[in-house]
């Protein structure tokens, strides 16, 4: 249960993180919604979704919750810390780029955004889902 509690605050944070940049800056940043222009300009999707359809928040959730676990797992063989959030964050943050850089290269006709300040804004709401995992269970733990 620490798992699911951890990885649903965590991306909540993060994903809070990315929604308050996307409007200060008034750029497309919000991940759940990105997934969900991706998924709708598929060509061979036939159902249309609009970007506030729950399966962009559903995938996004499940990717936090498959870094979480991973988290957890390497937290096995090291301290839980401030610093090891940080790290995983900021590996975490690393490895999201790879994996948007890829959907976006692939995809027939991905959404015009600022690719490079969406990579560096990813970076950091991963380090922030680093950090939200170490206080959560900081909090929470026995």
């Known amino acids: 249960m620490m798992l699911f509690f951890s990885s649903i ?14 409007e200060v800056k008034n750029e497309k940043f919000k991940e759940p919604q990105l997934i969900n222009i991706l998924i709708n300009r598929l060509p061979n999707f036939s159902t249309a979704i609009g970007k506030h359809h729950i399966l962009g928040w559903l995938l996004h959730f499940l990717i936090g919750f498959i870094f979480t676990a991973l988290f957890f797992l390497i937290w096995k063989y090291i301290s839980i810390s401030w610093l090891s959030g940080i790290v995983l964050g900021f590996f975490a943050g690393l490895l999201g780029v790879l994996g948007w850089r890829i959907a976006f290269s692939v995809h027939p006709n991905p959404p015009e955004i600022q690719f490079s300040k969406f990579y560096i804004q ?3 709401a991963h380090i922030l ?14």
């Open 9 to 22: 605050t965590a991306t909540i944070v993060m994903t809070f993180f990315s929604y308050f940049y996307s």
């Open 129 to 142: 889902f680093g950090l939200s995992c170490v206080a959560f269970l900081k909090i929470f733990q026995p």
């Open 122 to 124: 990813l970076i950091v």
